[in-house]
């Protein structure tokens, strides 16, 4: 069965935001590009893991805050439990609520990194973070272009957590960890 347009959109955006994030992550480990030393203490490694989460919160804030100026400016403003939302405030209900899974699984992953991973390896996480910042800010911009305009942005948020995790799973079962 032939792919529809939106089909290949989304499937070009998912691919390119792939080998993004396989390359940024074999960049972090590989290159280690923040010099991050083999015996980094336990404190460092949670500094670099909550300066890579601000950035991650300062967008659900910006999701949280379009959402409700919206609702503050319009007939929406008594929200969705007490009548029908309008399109907009659906809309950006929809960014807030996908915004919230991709920071959650992200803060889950970019956390375990940081605690179990070799501290040589600690480059991946704000280079994660910086690819979770500019896909969320493409997310946001094209958002209204269908899949296909939000697949890069999709791509570059959830890929490197799930590559990371995938990565997480098997250093575990191999190290002994």
Not at 77 to 97: A, E, F, W
Not at 147 to 160: D, E, W
Request: proline share 5%; hydrophobic share 50%.
């Amino acid at each position: 069965m032939p792919l529809s347009s939106k089909q290949q959109g989304v499937l070009s955006g998912m691919l390119l935001g792939g080998a993004i994030s396989i390359t940024m992550i074999l960049v972090g480990c590989l290159l280690n590009p923040f010099a991050f030393t083999a015996e980094l203490p336990w404190f460092d490694r949670l500094q670099v893991l909550f300066n890579s989460l601000l950035p991650l919160g300062v967008l659900l804030v910006a999701a949280i805050g379009r959402q409700a100026k919206h609702r503050f400016q319009s007939a929406d403003i008594d929200g969705g439990g007490l009548h029908q939302d309008s399109p907009r405030t659906v809309l950006l209900q929809s960014l807030v609520q996908n915004t919230l899974e991709q920071t959650t699984l992200a803060v889950v992953v970019y956390a375990a990194w940081a605690v179990l991973m070799p501290s040589a390896w600690l480059s991946v996480v704000p280079l994660a973070a910086t690819s979770f910042s500019v896909g969320r800010i493409l997310f946001f911009a094209r958002y209204q272009k269908g899949a296909p305009g939000r697949s890069l942005g999709f791509a570059l948020t959830f890929y490197p957590s799930v590559i990371m995790l995938l990565c997480l799973i098997t250093h575990q079962l191999f190290s002994g960890g």
